[in-house]
């Protein structure tokens, strides 16, 4: 039997010198694109979509880290669920909300049940009904609807390749929740 294909972070020494000018960037500070690495073109395209997701979506820093964890949540993703508690943390969101997010929607602030019925949605339906797509919308607006779409792919593809390698946490995140776990989680 073929043992399948690993894919480590990869380290500076080993970093492909046809990206090498993404390495001081963002693919250079996150294990998750140390190992999207292997891929080098993969990863130079993924860096548009990536600047619009992560930094420029109308949801926000706080309606984004919603819709990124209870992505994580339904992949069973724990670098994602880890690296956006500590994301969502410094953004401002309570440990208590955070955890909501890994229960069920009506245990949640209207909000963000709003957020999650979504997230679950695509997930259950691979799309949004109509009565989800204007509960979003009424919240964010219609280029929100399709941020959030667009959040759970980015980060669905995110966790598939995380799931698949078992990218380690990153040494500072993990440190991070080491001293401060969540209620629950050690």
């Known amino acids: 039997m073929t ?21 001081p960037g963002f693919a250079g500070g996150l294990n ?11 990863l130079r395209a993924w ?9 420029r979506t109308v949801l926000g820093k706080q309606r984004s880290e919603v819709v990124i964890l209870r ?11 880890q690296q956006h508690v500590a994301r969502a943390r410094k953004c401002g969101m309570d440990d208590g909300r955070i955890l909501s997010l890994r ?21 259950s339906s691979h799309r949004l009904s109509s009565g989800s797509a204007a509960a979003v ?6 280029k929100g609807v399709i941020d959030v779409i667009a959040t759970v792919g980015f980060y669905s593809t995110l966790g598939y390749l995380l799931n698949t390698a078992g990218t380690p946490l990153d040494d500072d995140i993990a440190a991070e ?10």
């Open 3 to 23: 043992q399948p294909p690993q894919y480590p972070p990869i380290c500076d020494a080993d970093w492909p010198e046809e990206i090498a000018d993404m390495l």
């Open 137 to 142: 919308a009424g919240l964010v607006g219609p």
């Open 32 to 42: 998750v694109y140390r190992t999207m690495a292997h891929n080098p073109a993969l």
């Open 71 to 81: 992505t994580g949540v339904r992949l069973g993703s724990p670098y994602e669920w």
């Open 177 to 186: 929740l080491a001293a401060a776990p969540l209620p629950g989680e050690t």
């Open 47 to 55: 860096a548009d979509l990536r600047e619009h997701v992560v930094n």
């Open 103 to 123: 229960g069920a929607p009506e245990d949640m602030s209207e909000e963000d049940a709003i957020l999650a019925r979504a997230v679950d949605e695509l997930f």
